[in-house]
Nanobody, 117 residues
Framework: QVQLVESGGGLGQPGGSLSLSCAASGSNLGLYGMGWYRQAPGKQRELVAT???????NYEDSVKGRFTISRDNAKNTIYLQMNSLKSEDTAVYFC???????????WGQGTQVTVSS
């Protein structure tokens, strides 16, 4: 049983930066793959970035070179550093913890990110 809480969202300017955090409780995240997803109004939820339990990261093409996903298993927390923000990054960002082999998948409630000049 895992509970995830995202934080750090808010208003950013084009070209600026924001940092998101996802804190977990109820279980140790060491065995879970983690991911950030986002959903803009009127659009489908899309994968932004994933990171494995041993730190291997993958990114959606539109955020490569701008966003960085990281994890601190000792703190039971993952992060998303967002640089060079664009208006297209505006969305609700969700944290996901997944252990496919064990049939476990948990989601946070999301945090709003708005990029506007």
């Amino acid at each position: 049983q895992v509970q995830l809480v995202e934080s750090g969202g808010g208003l950013g300017q084009p070209g600026g930066s924001l940092s998101l955090s996802c804190a977990a409780s109820g279980s140790n995240l060491g065995l879970y793959g983690m991911g950030w997803y986002r959903q803009a109004p009127g659009k489908q939820r899309e994968l932004v970035a994933t990171i494995t339990s041993d730190g291997y990261a993958n990114y959606e093409d539109s955020v490569k070179g701008r966003f960085t996903i990281s994890r601190d298993n000792a703190k039971n927390t993952i992060y998303l550093q967002m640089n060079s923000l664009k208006s297209e990054d505006t969305a609700v960002y969700f944290c996901d913890a997944r252990w496919v082999l064990a049939g476990k998948d948990y989601w946070g409630q999301g945090t709003q990110v708005t990029v506007s000049s």
